[in-house]
């Protein structure tokens, strides 16, 4: 019987219990560890887990893959804390929103035989905790699947089998790459989500004006009601990449003003710029398909490449130098831009 800890039950770690008993794997037990009873008891009355566990040590002991789903600032005294009782050659993972930091963080803590490879599932709500952990969160998303240096390739393969397991598809990115993209697509959403409620709740006629906010104002505010213990390890742990996206924001925003007091044509141009731009993306299309975009290798392809070839390696090179053009402010991403989400 093969063990799979899941440290943490909240939305994510409650989602992926669920998942994996919905999957029903054979020869595999889910284990579950909380600091709250409350938590601990749900899980088993809706069956997310086999056993639970409040001795993170004996939850570990045994675990042929240790899932790290708490909140990301506690990440250095979980890795700590498991570090004596892992078998040698088993897989720690994570579902953390940032990575270089918990890469970091794994290579200080974690023991030398023991795999360490990072996960991301792109998938979450505003309403945390496990009440809100739902066995489908994962369906259709895309899963990131970061390994350490060291990892070795049946770990890898461990971790994208329980990302296809629960219904996503395994993505293999580089750490940096990583943190600078989602800062864009997720972190500055968050930022602006909040700062936008701040602005306008901050307004002496924010209870005449909350009368009237409908579904627009609902919709882009929806993050602001995230957990707040969540967002701020979120974005403590990526401030490079979302200080570089709120000062493209802000470019873009000033830009905006410009058009909307000197050159109302510009305004009219910049959104319909902005919503062939969103169509694309919601159809699934490039941005750009530019003769010189390196080629993106299958989930497949990279698991192989990995290992064997230098192809996902040029991608991921290709990759990083289209984001330090957007970061010296020119080239390829041009000013303001977002990197291509591939």
Not at 55 to 83: G, Y
Not at 139 to 160: D, I, M, N
Not at 217 to 225: E, G, I
Not at 240 to 245: M, N, Q, S, V, Y
Request: charge should be negative; aromatic fraction near 6%.
């Amino acid at each position: 019987m093969d063990r799979i800890t899941i440290i943490g039950l909240g939305l994510i770690g409650g989602s992926l219990g669920l998942a994996l008993k919905a999957a029903k794997l054979k020869n595999v037990e889910v284990v579950g560890v909380d600091i709250s009873w409350d938590v601990v008891n749900a899980a088993k009355r809706r069956g997310a887990v086999d056993f639970t566990e409040r001795d993170i040590s004996r939850a570990v002991r045994d675990a042929s893959l240790v899932v790290v789903a708490t909140p990301i600032m506690a990440f250095p005294q979980v890795f700590e804390a498991i570090a004596p009782d892992l078998k040698d050659g088993s897989v720690v993972t994570d579902v953390g929103s940032t990575k270089t930091q918990v890469m970091q963080w794994a290579q200080e803590k974690l023991p030398a035989g023991v795999n360490f490879v990072g996960g991301h599932p792109m998938a979450g709500k505003e309403a945390g905790g496990f009440d809100a952990a739902s066995a489908t969160l994962f369906q259709g998303t895309t899963y990131c699947v970061l390994p350490s240096p060291t990892a070795s390739k049946g770990a890898v393969e461990l971790v994208s089998g329980l990302a296809t397991t629960v219904g996503a598809t395994p993505y293999f990115v580089d750490t940096a790459e990583h943190d600078m993209l989602v800062a864009g697509v997720s972190h500055l959403p968050l930022v602006l989500s909040a700062a936008l409620v701040n602005a306008t709740a901050a307004s002496p006629s924010w209870d005449e004006m909350g009368k009237l906010a409908s579904s627009g104002f609902r919709d882009t505010s929806r993050l602001a009601s995230s957990d707040q213990e969540l967002a701020k390890g979120i974005t403590l742990t990526n401030q490079p990449g979302l200080l570089h996206w709120i000062d493209a924001y802000l470019t873009v925003l000033l830009d905006w003003r410009k058009a909307l007091t000197e050159d109302p044509e510009r305004l009219l141009a910049n959104l319909d710029k902005a919503r062939q731009a969103r169509d694309r993306w919601a159809a699934g299309q490039s941005q750009r398909q530019a003769p010189e975009a390196a080629p993106i290798p299958t989930a497949g392809e990279q698991m192989a490449e990995m290992f064997m070839g230098s192809r996902l390696a040029q991608a991921l090179r290709d990759q990083g130098e289209r984001l330090r053009d957007i970061e010296r402010g020119g080239g390829r991403g041009g000013e303001g831009g977002s990197p291509e989400r591939r």
